[in-house]
DNA sequence: TCGCATCCTGACCGTATGGTCAATACGAAG
DNA sequence: CTTCGTATTGACCATACGGTCAGGATGCGA
């Protein structure tokens, strides 16, 4: 019996394994009945019956519906930020944004519920999340931009707008998550494979790399 | 139709006025709060309130939420597969491409609230047009797959896989709408100027026709 | 073993929502 | 004016949903 073997494995803490794994669930479930349904589309019922929970404890752990979605949105934009470090340390714009399309295109593919998430959360006006956009985001983009701007300044590409760049990593990476159905509905109704991703990575990195002039 | 029946039906035009002034109202409205609310989220009081109607003269003019909320992904679809006809009759990837970037630039910036919703529909699996996509625009992506490859086969362009290319032109162009609010808040909290939008679509011009070496 | 904090959950409640309907108003044709 | 199809609308209903709560179960330290 699993239960036990880990009740016995663990002398202390077992409460707060209790709350983390169940939280895990929760937020697992959450996460893709949210991207599925949307905020208001999803029911705490499904939820629940996703995670394996009854419904009442769902908010034992997580207050409201709200609190619930404000803490998967929190978690993809951390996912989505560790993302950054990619871009940091770079030599050029070839290693830079050539590491970013790779960790954002593999966020794309290991998360694609939290990618549509974000998304929905965007296209309704960021209710949750506009404190984020305006603090944490606008300086990491303002940061970025000042990186790229040093690499055009230095002649390692082409003079382009590093706001606009920006906006087109994002763009097309995020698109192979959150249009995942239309991707796979036009590849015969088959998801991606190992090599599809891999080329689909390649592709978006060469046009990109040499769009700015930097192959 | 009786002759007599299709004469009164010409005669009359303020009827037909009438249900077309309303639907359009409803419509106007339905993509409206669809696009901000999402499905779920939408209320048919909320879609009244805005097309300053009573709620049940809504149900009067079309029968259920979910009809409601077709039309408008129908609408959406519509206008987009309209930009086809930029790709059209190009000679080369130049006009081709740089004629479908400027269409498709517009509608984001003239039909946010469509482009929204078609990107909810497809995020959540598109319920309503799984048809289209299998249909309509699997064979519209295939043709324009045929073209692109035709402008590699000419020289007229680098040996880039149409197909992410097509999705490097959706997910850049789409981008300016369905993210419109991230990127207005990272524009001071601004909507972007003509002069933006010109240096938007220029940009996105610029590194995708480089990027696939028809500059 | 006992006491205490944490965890669990069935049953319940108020509200909001999609949808219905019957009564009414309107306007064009005869 | 009368007739008849179209358009309008307030009132109403059944349901589903988010959230509450009381009471019980469980495990841990002493």
Redesign the pocket.
Known sequence: MP??AR?SR??????????R??ERLILDAAEKVFAEAGF?G??????ADMAG????????????????YRRVVQNIFEIWLDAAASFDGAAGPVEGIGAYVEAKMDISRRHPHGSKVWAAEVMHGAPVIQDYLETTLRAWTEGRMAVIQRWIDEGKMAPIDPRHLLYMLWATTQHYADFGHQIETLNAGQPLSDRQWREATESVKTIILRGIGAL
């Open positions: 239960d036990t009740i663990i002398r202390s803490g077992r409460r707060t394994d209790i709350r794994e169940n208001g999803a029911t705490m019922q499904l939820i929970l009854p419904k009442a404890n769902l908010h034992y752990y997580f207050p409201t519906k709200e609190a619930l």
